[in-house]
């Protein structure tokens, strides 16, 4: 059941640790900690993408920052109470931890498929220099009656697609996760910086 179930959401990222561990939670006496590692983009630039992995997998207490990783697990959802809201917060949960010596094959650096239920009506949109955003919210199933809620992005002609769907429609989606900084205004003078994570779609497919 659940590994038949595990198949709807895989996602697959090397890059090189860039922080310590912290500690998450505990589940039946087994700690969880996260860790970010930095995925190179085939651009420049990288997207610092934070695992969730357990004390099982890798001793939380070394020092692994600049080694290389493969993660191999599923991208997934909770919510954080943060005073009188609810925060999304999203993080790859690690199945599979392998230890690199050398990477250079970025086209395979970051690696997502989803298969689940838009859950919200898409938003589509255009820039001002008319390249054509939608902005989905897809639903995937996880064993024991929950779900993962996961932000994703398409452009193009893949943003025109999304934009007929409707909520309850199964989609599959193929991508990559990355990370986004933006602004949030909390009051009227204070602002924060803060970082969102979504899978940028490179296909996508509508299943009925």
């Known amino acids: 059941m659940s590994e038949k179930m595990i198949e ?9 640790i860039v922080s310590g561990f912290t500690f998450s939670h505990e589940v039946f006496g087994e700690g969880f900690y996260m860790v970010d590692i930095a995925v190179n983009r085939l651009s420049d630039q990288a997207d610092v993408i934070p695992l969730m992995i357990s004390e099982r997998l ?27 809201k609810n925060r999304l917060v999203l993080s790859v949960f690690v199945r599979e931890i392998h230890f690199m010596e050398e990477f250079t094959d970025y086209t395979k650096t970051n690696q997502i498929f989803l298969d689940g239920y ?29 779900s993962d809620y996961i ?12 934009s007929g769907f409707t909520v309850g429609t199964r989609v599959k989606v193929w991508g990559r996760v990355q990370s986004r900084e933006y602004t949030k205004k909390l009051t009227d003078t204070e602002c924060e910086k803060r970082v969102a994570y979504e899978v940028s779609v490179s296909k996508l497919e509508c299943s009925e």
């Open 8 to 16: 709807n959401n895989k996602v697959s990222i090397i890059g090189e």
């Open 58 to 84: 890798i001793d939380v207490e070394g020092s692994y920052e600049s080694c290389t990783i493969e993660a191999v697990g599923q991208f997934r959802s909770y919510n954080r109470h943060e005073g009188t």
């Open 118 to 146: 838009i859950c919200k009506a898409p938003i589509y949109r255009k820039t001002p220099l008319g390249r054509e955003i939608a902005d989905l919210l897809l639903a995937v199933n996880r064993p024991y009656g929950k």
């Open 151 to 162: 932000p994703c992005i398409a452009w193009g002609r893949n943003a025109r697609y999304a």
